[in-house]
């Protein structure tokens, strides 16, 4: 490997670790193509989002809007708080995340563990996603206030800089050798970042989006969704960052089929993949066969399955919600069974 993208053997920051993540080939047709995971879990905190988390804090203070002592506020669903509670540990700032009842417990309790202020934007304990109440709180927290930025993750413009590093160790692993990058699209920052710095490496290359049956950034109808941190719920605006002239193709994948493939994909090969994660190799176990003969297919795995051990990978909370479907999980399995044979 580059020495520019090696990871050191020594740091003194978490956030030095960031990065280098492992490429997993989850499956190869009988004509050559395959299908790679960046496996985005390999970052601290579990996910990829911890790259923009430092990206956003690093302008801040590049600009002057965050100085010593400082405050950081950002609606969120889990993922985003998670690496903005490290970065803000590890500089020295507080950070207070806006947040819901739809986000996972087990996100809420890592942000509290490493020192984050939760505030609740709706405390009705409905377990309702409301992004658009989160980010009205979340920039009233922050207005007028000294030394005190509102990330902003939906419009921040360093959110998709934060990805571009994606791109080049994906060029470098893969010695340019790159047919198609399918991901989720929610803020937009990962997909249309890494597709963004990717096209200036491997100009060929082309996208796929991934968002939920009920988000809007691809069109109706709208409804409540199970996938978390992904997708634009009814009420919320579509991000700055979803770049449509970016996106080859945008897709909507079911609560059931995405969390089926993540649960398949952790019986068959001992991986933990989030439930958004799912709906992407979902997406991307469809597309394999029809690419042409040696076609190399990425899917940004944006975070691990171990954040869902009480909800995707839970049978009472699945069949409570009406999610569990057997024969779709077998079909996935074979599916995994033949890929892995070849």
């Not at 002592?69 to 903005?84: C, D, F, Q």
């Not at 309790?109 to 304990?125: Q, S």
């Not at 709180?137 to 939906?154: K, P, Y």
Request: charged letters at 25%; a negative charge.
């Amino acid at each position: 490997m580059n020495e520019a993208l090696a990871r050191p053997a020594v740091v003194s920051r978490i956030s030095e670790l960031i990065g280098y993540t492992p490429l997993f080939e989850l499956g190869r047709t009988e004509t050559g193509s395959r299908l790679l995971l960046k496996l985005e879990m390999y970052n601290p905190t579990g996910t990829a989002k911890i790259r923009m988390a430092r990206q956003m804090v690093l302008d801040a203070e590049a600009r002057g809007a965050l100085r010593p002592g400082g405050r950081i506020v950002e609606s969120t669903s889990g993922n985003t708080g998670l690496g903005l509670a490290v970065i803000a540990a590890e500089r020295g700032y507080t950070f207070t995340a806006v947040v819901d009842h739809h986000a996972c417990a087990d996100k809420l309790r890592g942000m509290r563990a490493l020192g984050a202020e939760l505030v609740y934007a709706a405390d009705d304990g409905t377990g309702e996603l409301a992004t658009a109440a989160r980010e009205e709180l979340a920039a009233e927290l922050a207005r007028g206030r000294d030394n005190t930025v509102f990330t902003e993750q939906h419009n921040n413009p360093s959110n998709g800089v934060g990805y571009f590093p994606v791109a080049h160790e994906l060029h470098q692993a893969l010695d340019g050798k790159i047919d198609v990058l399918i991901g989720a699209v929610g803020t937009g920052g990962a997909l249309c970042g890494t597709t963004r710095e990717l096209r200036t490496l491997v100009p060929g290359c082309t996208t796929v989006g991934v968002e939920p049956k009920g988000s809007i950034a691809f069109g109706g109808p709208a409804h409540d969704y199970y996938q978390s941190g992904t997708g634009t719920p009814e009420g919320a605006a579509i991000g700055a960052l979803v770049d449509f002239g970016l996106i080859d193709h945008g897709v909507k994948v079911g609560d059931v089929e995405a969390f089926a493939t993540a649960r398949a994909v952790a019986r068959a090969t001992g991986l933990l993949i989030g439930g958004s994660a799912g709906g992407v190799v979902h997406e991307a176990l469809a597309r394999l066969p029809g690419l042409p003969p040696g076609s190399t297919m990425v899917a940004l795995v944006n975070d691990g399955g171990e954040k869902y051990l009480d909800t995707v990978f839970n049978d009472d909370w699945m069949h409570a919600r009406d999610l569990v479907d057997r024969a779709r999980e077998r079909e996935i399995d074979e599916t995994l069974t033949k890929l892995r044979r070849m």
